[in-house]
């Protein structure tokens, strides 16, 4: 038992310093950083597959504190917020053998729960006001202006029949919604980034014998039925604000759409893949179809949303079945 408790010490030390290492790296040389940022954790969740949960806690506990000796206790901070439960959710779903779904879903909810931790903590330590980043937005936007007045570009769109006022306040306009969407398109991202450290850590796993969830083919994805609750949510919210004029009521409803559109997105591809492989259908036809999608691209992405939109709903792939 004592020498058991030993060799998962020993092995914890080590892991620890390689996932140390890995986020020294991406820290000391921020090209890597967007490579690290994926990786850095899979030693703690082979190490919570192979031993337990509480090495892979003190290994993240000791990897935070040789970080902190290298950059200081903000970047470390930073860093183990963001990542640190990634590593721990993964390694504690994986050893109890949990399925894919259930591990990619509390995947990306502790990724978007890290990213918002992080954003808050973030403001806090800086103490700027909403009022600061509105004003560096519309800094930015007059820079633009002035650099397009230089190029002759300004003087080009009036004679095309634009203003340049109007071209400023629609500058203005599409700065201050991708500035209000910005806590959306963030959690997306680390959702996204969640997933990939899923199909990788999975990797290494297998590569190393261990268990890894099996992760059916991409015909096979599907938002579980409840998950229209959000996109129900998201919109009552938009349209709700919208009407009684509550700009942070209808922000978030926005936010919430914008976390839901790549999972739409994937969903509904996911059935069109799967009608792919169902239909037979000449090589020709479907070259065609393929050509017809990308002349349309606008109209092909809305349909694709919308089949996503339904599919927990309806279950297009039982239906084919006969199920």
Same mark, same amino acid.
């Given at each position: 038992m004592a020498e058991a408790r030993v060799s998962a010490l020993v092995e914890g030390a080590i892991l620890a310093a390689l996932? %140390?290492? /890995? %986020?020294? &790296?991406g820290l000391f040389i921020p090209p890597l950083q967007v490579v690290t940022n994926l990786i850095w954790t899979i030693p703690i969740v082979v190490l919570i597959v192979r031993r337990d949960f509480r090495t892979g806690v003190m290994a993240t506990v000791v990897t935070g504190l040789v970080v902190l000796l290298f950059v200081g206790p903000v970047r470390a901070l930073f860093l183990i917020l963001q990542f640190g439960g990634l590593g721990l959710v993964y390694g504690y779903l994986f050893r109890i053998r949990s399925g894919a779904g259930k591990a990619i879903l509390g995947g990306a909810v502790v990724a978007a729960v890290s990213i918002a931790l992080t954003i808050g903590l973030s403001l806090v330590i800086s103490g700027m006001p909403f009022q600061d980043v509105d004003a560096?937005?519309?800094q930015i936007v007059d820079s633009a202006m002035e650099m397009y007045a230089r190029m002759g570009l300004l003087d080009q769109l009036e004679r095309q029949g634009t203003d340049p006022e109007t071209l400023k306040v629609s500058l203005e306009q599409m700065a201050r919604l991708m &500035? /209000?969407?910005? +806590?959306g398109a963030m959690v997306a991202g680390a959702a996204i980034s969640a997933f990939i450290n899923f199909l990788l850590a999975r990797m290494v796993l297998l590569r190393l014998g261990l268990y890894a969830p099996e992760l059916p083919p991409f015909r096979e994805w599907q938002l579980p039925w409840y998950g229209v609750w959000g996109i129900i949510i998201? /919109?009552? !919210?938009?349209?709700g604000g919208d009407y009684w004029q509550w700009p942070v009521v209808k922000v978030i409803g926005q936010n919430i759409m914008y976390i839901y559109f790549p999972l739409l997105l994937v969903s509904g591809l996911s059935v069109l893949t799967f009608f792919y492989y169902r239909v037979? !259908?000449? +090589?020709?036809i479907k070259v065609m179809v393929g050509l017809l999608i990308m002349l349309n691209f606008p109209l092909a992405m809305m349909a694709v949303l919308a089949v996503g939109l339904f599919d927990p709903l309806f279950n297009y792939r039982r239906l084919a079945r006969g199920e």
């Open positions: 996932t %140390a290492v /890995l %986020a020294l &790296l560096e937005m519309r &500035l /209000l969407l910005l +806590p998201g /919109l009552a !919210l938009w349209q037979n !259908l000449s +090589p020709f």
